[in-house]
């Protein structure tokens, strides 16, 4: 499996990657920390799945969901961010998105939410 | 100090100090003195919430560089003998700040009509000007043998 992470900060992509490296085992990481990275990283690796930041210095998560969308990708993808108000959920929701989690995504959470998506049996 | 500004400073050091025990092993958290004095000098992150249109929070997070290295590497899961790049330590004290910031603001803001947006942390080492603070509040917090501390000041908007 391969998973695209999105986060401006490298502290998070290393404690979200960890995290879900203790949930499903081995799998492939990439990693990106701003959007115009994480559009290239979708094109160039074509990743399973995208856990996206809602701010980042460029666009937002919601931003780089929308174009990705635009662009016909059809994998999945979900949001950690500490902005997890019912108006960013909601939009991320419309998008298409399969989970938003609070960050910090605690092992347990990610578990939950794989699972209802089934990336976890 | 206003009762909505203390109320607000108890949620900060509630919400820190969750953060701190799901991101980390750290077991010992203590507050410490609170005080309405503006801090000067600054050595760690900040960040500014606007509420709605005419009220704007900033929050940070205030302590020695070592204090930034200790808690760095505690939630990067670090050995504690090892370097930690300043670049590494600014970043994650930042990370720990907008993590709890953003909690504070769904607990405190969650049932209001007023939008509240948060920015990205801005890392501080040195002179901390705020002309435009109406009120302040900084409360210390030990953790371990180390000392910080989390600080609201309500800044005047301009109409």
Partial sequence: MKI??????????????????KVIGDFEVFKASNGAEALAAVKEHTPDLIVLDLVLPDMTGLDILEQLNKLGFNKMAGFISSMKTNENYQKAMALGAKFFLDKPATPEAITKAFRDIGVLK | MTPQLTKWMSVLQDCFRDCLTSMSEVKKI????????????????????????????QIGLHS???????????????????????SDSSDAVGE????????????????????????????????????????????????????????????????
């Fill in chain 2, 64 to 86: 020695d560089p070592q204090t930034q290295q200790f808690l760095g590497k505690l939630i990067e899961e670090d050995d504690p003998d090892d370097f930690l790049p300043d």
């Fill in chain 2, 96 to 159: 720990i700040l907008n993590i709890f910031v953003g909690q504070f603001v769904r607990t405190v803001f969650i049932k209001s009509d007023e939008q509240a947006v948060l920015t990205t942390p801005i890392f501080i080492y040195g002179q901390l000007d705020l002309p435009a603070i109406l009120e302040f509040c900084s409360q210390e917090v030990q953790i371990d043998d180390h000392k910080v501390s989390i600080f609201i000041g309500i800044l005047k908007v301009k109409q």
């Fill in chain 2, 30 to 57: 203590q507050p410490g003195t609170v005080s309405s004095d503006p801090i000067k000098s600054m050595c760690g992150p900040i960040i500014q919430v606007k509420v709605g249109a005419n009220s704007c929070l």
């Fill in chain 1, 4 to 21: 695209l992470f999105v986060d401006d900060s490298k502290t998070m992509l290393k404690i979200n990657a960890s995290n879900v490296k």
